[in-house]
């Protein structure tokens, strides 16, 4: 925890309400944010930050969100901030990405970007998401979490292990240690990896990427490591550091796309 950091967890109060009050509410804050940001490069902080109680209940997903009606903590709703923020004719990814690396350094920042996945994103940025999240542990330790299952409130390293496992299993497979040390040695060698130390680990994170890969035409072929290897060898900058974290998600996607490459059967 950095000097002068609240051990408590703020979040602003327009993620707090029904679904309802934050949907309008989030979808405010993502103009206004986007509009200051079209004029002079800033973004705004948030108008009002509210305190949630110790083991307060933060909504992190919404297939979890079924009492729509109730005030809550709904953070996955940072999403609608994100949609809203371009305006029209305007290109959204590059206000959306300067608006993650400025609130990135909040906790509540930190925690929405590491667990929420919007699109394909490097190594490099993952480390940066990971970091972010440790920088803030304790205070973001004092809420419970409800992901992806129903009823089932996580604690903060329950959290991570249930959307960054991949993580720590391809960059930091070394079981014994805590889920905090396993976050940091992971985001470790995300931060300083080089294109082979990347493909090694899309090579470690393959075979669970295969078995939830469905409907394959060509899996014998797309599960041979020489095939992968080759076809990662052709991909440009761009193509690569879209994989190069190598989250399953993201290796199921190229997979598919070799699939289909490689025509009907």
């Known amino acids: 925890m950095t000097p002068g950091q609240s051990t408590s967890l703020q979040l602003p109060s327009f993620l707090h309400g029904s679904f309802r009050s934050v949907q309008q509410k989030t979808r405010a804050e993502g103009l206004r944010c986007g509009a200051q940001y ?7 902080a948030p108008r009002r930050m509210l305190e949630v109680p110790e ?3 933060v909504v992190a997903h919404d297939v979890v969100d079924f009492q729509r009606e109730r005030p809550a903590w709904r953070l996955y709703m940072m999403s609608h901030v994100m949609g809203a923020l371009a305006s029209e004719g305007q290109k959204p ?4 990405h ?4 400025f609130f990135r350094e909040t906790a509540w920042g930190a925690l929405f970007f590491a667990t929420t996945h919007m699109g394909a994103v490097s190594a490099e940025r993952t480390a940066q998401r990971l970091q972010a999240v440790l920088r803030f542990w304790e205070p973001l330790q004092c809420a419970s979490y409800l992901f992806k299952r129903p009823g089932a409130a996580h604690t903060l390293e329950e959290l991570m292990v249930a959307a960054c496992d991949w993580a720590m299993d391809v960059w930091c ?4 240690s805590s889920v905090r040390v396993r976050l940091e040695m992971a985001a470790e060698r995300m931060a300083r990896a080089t294109r082979e130390d990347c493909i090694e680990a899309i090579f470690r994170e393959m075979p669970r990427a ?4 469905g409907h394959l035409k060509h899996r014998e072929l797309v599960a041979d490591p020489a095939f992968q290897r080759e076809h990662l060898a052709t991909l440009d900058s761009w193509s690569f550091e879209r994989v190069s974290g190598a989250r399953t998600g993201d290796l199921i996607s190229l997979l598919h796309d070799w699939d289909h490459e490689l025509g009907p059967r």
Not at 173 to 176: A, E, F, K, Q, Y
């Open 55 to 57: 083991g307060g209940i």
């Open 93 to 96: 990814f590059p206000v959306r």
């Open 98 to 101: 300067a608006y993650e690396a």
């Open 38 to 44: 079209q004029g002079g490069g800033t973004f705004p």
């Open 173 to 176: 497979p070394v079981r014994h």
């Open 210 to 213: 295969l078995a939830h890969a």
